[in-house]
């Protein structure tokens, strides 16, 4: 992967479909999903990563482990982690665990980082059913702190569930980001994403990034031009070296978040950072390594 050629590096995109045509939710929860949304293409991995390649921006990749709240067979991290290996100039792997795994997930966490070059883990606690602060998590996190790896936690509402009876048992109090300032305190030198916008407890979400060091900000999931005016303030000067460019792809297209960031008012020495910048060093995409 060359950084000095990429045009961007989005953060947070989706595998929503495997090889074998397994998808990553139930048919309600995707039903649902489309409905808040609007329907959308899922695109295999090999085809994300033609796209990417086409625009010139790297993308990280993941899907979301629910099997304990959902009962629902997640699409495998090793396929993710492969696929991904195979479009590196591209294509940069996360994985999930369910974190009601317990030390099980912690083995598996080890073991993709150090054989499947995974970066990071992607939590939705909402989905997932707990609080990112409960101890049952911990292992898992300890693990990812010990490799360097990222965590990134989704924040605030989600469209999934939205309109089902009792939003199919999804429960929005998780995915409050003041949660994850006691992981941030408990785990000091874990690397922390905050995802999205995070409606309704943005401010939540912009005092824990700037209190804790290692707790940065994505902004997928919503269009530019609805973000919050305290957002765009904290992104334009406190926080401009820890806010990511995100698009939620395939949900939402780096095309039209890119089209709408444009008309944002951002300061011109930013906009590279939340662009590129701040992910490459996040990631650790050092010059070193773009050579390889």
């Known amino acids: 992967m060359n950084v000095d050629e990429l045009v961007a590096i989005d953060v947070h995109t989706h595998a929503e479909v495997a090889a074998d045509g397994h998808v990553s939710l139930s048919p309600e929860l995707f039903g649902a999903s489309a409905d808040y949304f609007g329907s959308h293409e899922r695109p295999t991995i090999e085809q994300m990563a033609a796209y990417y390649r086409q625009r010139a921006m790297a993308a990280v990749v993941f899907t979301v482990d629910a099997e304990h709240a959902t009962g629902h067979r997640r699409i495998a991290n ?37 054989q499947h070059g995974v970066r990071g883990f992607k939590f939705h606690p909402s989905i997932q059913g707990f609080d990112p602060n409960d101890p049952m998590a911990y292992p898992l996190y300890d693990v990812i702190e010990e490799l360097g790896a990222i965590a990134l936690f989704h924040t605030g509402q989600t469209g999934i569930g939205a309109g089902v009876p009792g939003g199919a048992g999804i429960r929005l109090k998780h995915s409050n980001p003041m949660l994850v300032d006691d992981v941030a305190v408990d785990f000091p030198h874990l690397k922390i994403i905050l995802a999205h ?96």
């Open 78 to 114: 090793e396929e993710i982690a492969d696929s991904c290996a195979a479009h590196a100039d591209v294509l940069i792997p996360f994985a999930s665990i369910d974190p009601w795994k317990g030390r099980a997930g912690a083995r598996e966490a080890r073991r993709l980082v150090e």
């Open 197 to 292: 916008p995070s409606f309704p407890w943005q401010d939540e979400a912009l005092a824990v990034a700037t209190h804790k060091p290692t707790v940065h900000i994505d902004l997928s999931g919503w269009s530019p031009k609805y973000f919050p005016p305290q957002l765009t303030r904290y992104a334009n000067s406190l926080l401009q070296d820890k806010v990511l460019f995100g698009s939620d792809y395939p949900v939402i297209s780096p095309d039209r978040w890119l089209a709408d960031f444009a008309g944002l008012d951002i300061k011109p020495e930013v906009r590279p950072k939340i662009l590129k910048h701040n992910a490459a060093r996040l990631l650790g995409l050092t010059a070193k390594e773009t050579q390889r």
